[in-house]
Structure formats: C-alpha cells, structure tokens
C-alpha cells in the first residue's frame, strides 16, 4: 500500500526560510542523500510542486536542535553540555542517547553502549513527529549507529548536519574506537554541513598524520573537505599551551582562523560538545554556516573565561558553567519586605550641596544603619550615574544591603544593580520586569488603592506610598497624609514603604499605624540634608526600632 509521508524542508540548508511540507512519495526511501534531498526540493519548487501549508499564526516556532550524543553522568560534555548549550543560547534541544557513561572530573570510568535498534527508536520517535531544524551529532559508538543514524537521516532530512566526530575524551579515554573510521569517512560526513574534528579525530580521520601546527591544521581541514563535508572546522584547543585557542575553519574555497586568547583553567571537559551544540543552535535560528562558527567560538570562550575557577569535582578535568547569564541572580540574596525597614534614598542637589560624592552619601547611611538604598539621581550624566551606581554597588553587596536605582532601568541593568524603583509615569513595571527578569526588585509609586493593584498585576515586589507629609524634594506631589498611606496598605498585596517628609520627629507616627504590611520608611533630606548623615541615620533607625517595640 502506497504510504506517503510528510515532511519539512526549507529552501536553503544554512539559511532557514519559513518552512515548507513536502509529499515524499514511497520511493523516498530510495533517496541516497541530504545532497540528493536537496536537489529533489529544488527541482520541485522550480515545478512549483508546494502548496503553502496552512499557517496558524497564533503558533510560534521554535529553533529545534536534535542531538545524537553519549550522556556523561558528570555533566560536563555529551547530551548534557548540548542540552545547557542550546538552552543558553534559546534553542530547544531534544535528545538521542547512544552511549551512557560513568564519567567525572577525573576520568571515564565505564561505556555502556545502548542498543542499535533503541537509537533507531529514539530516532524514529522525534524525526518522525517534531521535526528538528539541525541535527548534531556526539558520541557514535558503533558502526551499527552510524548507519542507523545516517538511514534516518535519508527518511527524514533536516536543514542542517553538523557532526562533531568525538572519538577520544579530552581525560584521553577512547568513546568511539578506530573501527566507526569507515562509517564516518562513507556516510555521515558526506551528508555533513560541518564536521568540527579536534587535532587527535583530525588526525584519526586522515590516517594518522601527525598535527601540530596551524598550517598542518589547513592541510587537513582541506584533507577532510576533501571527503566531503560542506564545512570543515579543526579546532585547536590541543595545540601547546603557549599558543592562542586558534580554530581553522575551511568551506571549500577560503580558509578562516577563529583565533581567542587562551584560557588558563583546568574546567575544559565539554568545550568541543558545547562549540558544536551552539553552532547548531545559531544554524537552527537562521544564522550563516561562518557566522554561526563565530558566534559558536565567541560563546565557548566567554564560558571558559566565566568558568575558570569554579570548583566541581576532584579530578583534573572540570566542567565549565553553560548558564553564565543566570548566575548574578543566584548570587543575589532574595527580597524581603524587612529590607523596607529604613530606605535611604539619595538626592543629588543635596550632595552637591553638602560636598558629597554619591559613593560618600551611600557609605554613610549604610554605616548608620540604612537597610536598602535607592540611588536618586536627577542631574548626573548617564556615564557617571553608571560608574556611580556600580561602586555603590560594591559597597552594597559587602554589607547585604539592596541597591536600587530610581527610573533607569538601563543604569540598573548595566550596573547590574538589585532592581529598580519606578514612578506611575515611568517604564509600566510589567515592561520593567519583563526587561530586568524574574529576579531582581522592583517598587512603585502608588498614591492610590488602584495603582497598588496595578503594582501587584504588574509583578512589583514592593511599593512606595506618598507624600505622606509634605516635602521639597519632590515638585508638584500631592501629599496623600496618614489616611490616604492607610488606604493604600490596607487595599495592597505587597509590602509598603512610606515615603514624603518623613524624619524624626514623624517617623513614629507613621509606624504606628498599625497596619502589618507597612514595612518601614523612605527618607531624604532627613538623611542627606543634614551635616552627618551616619549619625542621622543610626538616629533614625533608633526611632524606628523604637516604634516596633511601642506597637508590640
Ligand atoms: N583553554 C582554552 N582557552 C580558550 N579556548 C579553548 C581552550 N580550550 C579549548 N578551547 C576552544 O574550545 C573549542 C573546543 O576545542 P577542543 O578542546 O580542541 O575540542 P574537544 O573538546 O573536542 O577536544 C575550540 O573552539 C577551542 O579553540
Ligand atoms: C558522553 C561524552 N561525549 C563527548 C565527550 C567529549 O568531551 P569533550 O568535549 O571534552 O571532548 C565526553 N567526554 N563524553
Ligand atoms: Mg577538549
């Protein structure tokens, strides 16, 4: 019975275009090659053999990688470094394993190779139901999985190949013997777009030619070219110690050096999956096989460099940290409301005016006891608001105490500052916490019942009610008084900072509302219009532990 499959090709091989179904016919099986896909698919839309696939617009797609990898229980290379890899650079990752190894930092301890026809299964099950955009492929432990692989790949062809043909673990144990050459040199790296060889499967590859230089680096990426990848990448990160981490990147006609300084770490286990996995993710967004190549180079090395002194495991060969661009948040010690407890934000008119720097203002009321700070600075340039912000930012972090920065997101994110604390006529704090992530803090001005609404809607952490006296330091504020600041406690989700001519001789009052979220008070000038603002801040702070242990 005739069974005709479905499946997805796109236009170009390294420039994905919006995707396309094609109707293979039975005899698709037949079909020897990507190459030939590709000539089939060109042809037909030359015929003008597609019907436009109906589109759902509400459906986003994805940029796919499937990965054809060994796991390594450490975590450092394989399925798991392609996984984090992808994941880091936004790409979805699923996953084929071929091989399941006892691995950690100092060696490899046992390979058990699963089941050529399990891969076939593994296979089978994603090809045929979630079409990847690229498919990269790791650790091939037999030839029985090498063919296994390529057939799939004949059934159901993807955009991209991109084979890195690990054979021997940076630890120097074997994960693929001598006897996969053949399968590798016959099928799969012709149907390759890039095959990323380190010097040893370089070497492997051409029979065993020693390779120690750059230009022995060429005459083999020419070599392997010559078998017929479309890419070739040798990369160098076994070269001598006192050179630079040059890779040599060879597409047929020119040849390209990758070069970065080289990174002096132990934690290097997984750099050749991870450079692999991220130049099929940057292929699976739409990117050009080169730029693709440098990005991937580009990413590997900031990860070294960000990994270099971490410490997990006992053994030689650490694993890097893929997820660099979460780590601040982790870092950071989480919100909480009791930080509200005396808010000290700065003023630059009143620093100008005392002869204070903004690091000298937020040194002193950190001294006196100040529990968070808000940088407030209306007049300052952006550059040295900046330079600003991340010295206080020091000072902060030695003493646990959250900074903020009023209005400028782009100041906090630079500075990589706690958060922000924002106005009703601001950034709406839903796009601010779209911007600065789920981890750092963020306040809002509300006046009213409606707006602490918004602010909890909205993801705020905090809020900040005022004037509650009046002041100076704010032109044309509306001074809400105690009721109005009850109101706005009573109707908010979140925790409260009062705010608005708020110094000793009122503080009291204000705490002694007795309302539970009311966390504390936001001072100014009653810190930073006075000659010494440490001795004004521990008196402040006297007043406030003062009214506590009145309302208890
Ligand atoms: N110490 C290092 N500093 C900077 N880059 C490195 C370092 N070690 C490896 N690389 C880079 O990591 C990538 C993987 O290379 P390599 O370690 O040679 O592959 P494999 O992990 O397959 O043995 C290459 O881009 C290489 O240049
Ligand atoms: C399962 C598995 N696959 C691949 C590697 C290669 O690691 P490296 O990228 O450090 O050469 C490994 N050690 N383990
Ligand atoms: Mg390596």
Not at 165 to 176: D, E
Not at 502 to 531: H, T, W, Y
Request: glycine share 8%.
């Amino acid at each position: 019975m005739a069974h005709l499959c479905f499946q997805v090709l796109s236009t170009s091989f390294f420039t994905p275009k919006p995707q396309i179904p094609v109707l293979l016919s039975p005899g698709a099986a037949c079909i020897k090659s990507i190459h030939q896909y590709r000539y089939l698919y060109l042809k037909a839309m030359q015929d003008d053999k597609f019907s436009t696939p109906p589109c759902d617009e509400s459906k986003v797609r994805v940029p796919h990688v499937l990965t054809v990898a060994g796991s390594d229980s450490g975590g450092g290379a394989g399925i798991q470094a392609d996984i984090k890899a992808c994941a880091a650079r936004g790409v979805y990752c699923s996953t084929v394993i071929t091989a399941v190894t006892a691995q950690n930092t100092v060696g490899v301890q046992g390979v058990n190779i699963v089941p050529e026809d399990f891969v076939a299964e593994q296979l089978r099950s994603v090809l045929s139901d979630m079409p990847p955009n690229v498919v990269k492929t790791g650790m091939l432990p037999s030839t029985g999985i090498v063919k296994t692989l390529c057939q799939s790949l004949k059934e159901f062809p993807v955009q991209a190949l991109v084979v890195d043909p690990v054979m021997v673990s940076t630890s120097g144990h074997t994960l693929a013997g001598p006897s996969i050459l053949d399968s590798f040199r016959e099928e799969l790296l012709p149907m390759a777009d890039i095959v990323t060889p380190n010097l040893k499967e370089a070497s492997a590859l051409l029979g065993g030619v020693p390779l120690e230089t750059i230009a022995d680096m060429r005459s083999a990426a020419k070599a392997i070219h010559d078998i017929g990848p479309r890419n070739v990448l040798v990369k160098g990160g076994d070269l001598p110690a006192s050179l630079d981490a040059v890779d040599v990147f060879y597409d047929g006609n020119d040849f390209y050096e990758f070069r970065s300084s080289r990174i002096m770490t132990p934690n290097t286990h997984g750099t050749g999956c991870t450079l692999a996995s991220t130049v099929a993710a940057e292929l699976a967004k739409g990117s050009q096989m080169l730029s693709a190549v440098k990005v991937a180079k580009r990413y590997v090395e900031a990860v070294l460099s960000y990994s270099k002194n971490i410490a997990i495991g006992g053994g030689c060969q650490g694993p890097m940290d893929h997820l660099l661009k979460l780590k601040s948040n982790v870092e950071r010690r989480p919100f909480d409301p009791c930080d509200l407890f005396l808010y000290a934000v700065t003023d630059s008119r009143m620093n100008k005016k005392w002869g204070r720097s903004i690091v000298d203002a937020v040194k002193a009321a950190i001294e006196g006891g100040a529990s968070i700070i808000q940088l407030r600075e209306k007049e300052v340039d952006t550059g040295d608001f900046l330079e600003a912000a991340k010295a206080c930012l020091k000072i902060c972090r030695v003493h646990g105490v959250p900074l903020l920065i009023n209005d400028r997101i782009d100041v906090a994110l630079a500075s990589d500052a706690d958060g922000v604390h924002i106005g009703q006529s601001d950034m709406p704090a839903h796009v601010a916490r779209a911007l600065l992530g789920p981890d750092k803090i963020i306040g809002v001005s509300c006046k009213t019942p409606e707006h602490a609404q918004q602010a909890w809607v909205d993801g705020a952490d905090y809020i900040g009610s005022g004037g509650v006296y009046p002041t100076n330091t704010k032109e044309n504020n509306k001074t809400i008084g105690l009721d109005g600041l009850k109101t706005v406690c009573v109707s908010s989700k979140l925790p409260v900072v009062a705010i608005g001519g708020i110094g000793m001789s009122n503080a009291q009052a204000v705490m002694r509302l007795g309302v539970p979220n009311l966390k504390g008070v936001a001072v100014v000038s009653a810190l930073f219009d006075r000659e010494c603002v440490t001795t004004e801040t521990r008196k402040l702070l006297e007043v406030l532990k003062e009214s506590t242990k009145i309302a208890n």
